[in-house]
C-alpha cells in the first residue's frame, strides 16, 4: 500500500468495506470505485452510474452494450434487470476484481449477460459496427490506465459502435489530464459530444454519439423522457436538464465569437 498526492492511502488489490446496510470497493480510501445497497443491489446509489444511464436519452432501446471496467457492478445489474432485450458484456482486466463478483450479487453468464476478463482497450479493437452503447468507466489505482485514454482508443470505440451509437465515459473531473481526454474523444467522434457533471464527487459524464444527428431537439428529448422516466429510476431529468443547459451554454459561446 502506497499514499498518493492526495495523502489517500492506495493498493491495486481491491477492498471492500461494509457499514450499515451498503458494500463499498476501493483501491484506497477515501476514494469509492463502487457502492452497493445490500438490500436492493441493482439499485444505483452514486450519482455518476445514474448520470451515465442518461445514454437511454439517445438510445432508448440499444441491442448490444459493452461495459470497460467491472467495478462492483452497479451498471452492469442495473442493465441486466432494467433493460432485458439488451445483450451485456462487461470488459474487465482485474481477476481480483471479477472474483469479487458473488459478493456484489452480479448474475452469473447466460445468453445476454457475460464478463471477460480482458483488457478493454485491446477487446475494442476487435470489434467493428457491432455494439449500441460502449460505457467506459475503468479505474485502477493510479485513476484511468493509459490504453484507456489514448486518440487510437477512443477511434477504436468509434470504429465499434454502429451508426447512431453512443459512448459514455466517466471522467475524473479534478485529473490534469481531464480536458486533453475530453478533446481525444471529440476528435474521434467529429464534435458529436456533450459533457455534464454529476452532482455528487468529481465525476465528469461524456456522451458521444456515431454519425447521427446530435444531440436530439428538445421535443425529442422530451418525449424520450416521458416515455423512459416511469420505468427508469435514474433521475433522468436531472440528466436531460443538464444536457439541454450545456446546449444552450454552447450555442451561446457560438453566437458570441461571431
Excluded: W
Amino acid at each position: 500500500m502506497i499514499r498518493d498526492s492526495h495523502d489517500n492511502y492506495v493498493t491495486e488489490t481491491p477492498l471492500l468495506h461494509e457499514e450499515k446496510g451498503e458494500l463499498s470497493l476501493h483501491f484506497g480510501f477515501p476514494t469509492i470505485q463502487s457502492r452497493m445497497l445490500k438490500a436492493d443491489p441493482a439499485r444505483l446509489v452514486l450519482d455518476y452510474t445514474r448520470t451515465m444511464m442518461g445514454f437511454l436519452l439517445f438510445q432508448p432501446k440499444p441491442q448490444r452494450i459493452a461495459m470497460i471496467g467491472l467495478g462492483g457492478g452497479s451498471l452492469a445489474k442495473y442493465c441486466h434487470l432494467k433493460l432485458p432485450d439488451s445483450d451485456f458484456t462487461a470488459i474487465e482486466i482485474s481477476r481480483e476484481v471479477i472474483a469479487l463478483r458473488k459478493a456484489f450479487s452480479i448474475p452469473e453468464d447466460d445468453s445476454r449477460f457475460r464478463i471477460v476478463c480482458a483488457d478493454g482497450a485491446e477487446f475494442m479493437r476487435g470489434e467493428i459496427e457491432s455494439i449500441d452503447v460502449i460505457l467506459l468507466d475503468g479505474f485502477d489505482s493510479g485513476g484511468q490506465p493509459e490504453q484507456l485514454c489514448t486518440a487510437a482508443f477512443y477511434d477504436h470505440c468509434h470504429a465499434a459502435l454502429r451508426t447512431g451509437g453512443i459512448f459514455v465515459a466517466n471522467l475524473c473531473a479534478d485529473d490534469a489530464a481531464c480536458s486533453s481526454h475530453i478533446a481525444r474523444i471529440d476528435d474521434s467522434f467529429y464534435g458529436k459530444t456533450l459533457v455534464v457533471d454529476a452532482d455528487e464527487g468529481e465525476n465528469r459524464i461524456v456522451f458521444s454519439c456515431k454519425g447521427a444527428r446530435f444531440p436530439p431537439t428538445l421535443k425529442e428529448l422530451t418525449e424520450r423522457l416521458r416515455t423512459l422516466e416511469a420505468s427508469h429510476p435514474v433521475e433522468l431529468d436531472r440528466t436531460t436538464q443538464k444536457i439541454l443547459r450545456r446546449e444552450q451554454a454552447r450555442r451561446g459561446g457560438r453566437k458570441g465569437r461571431r
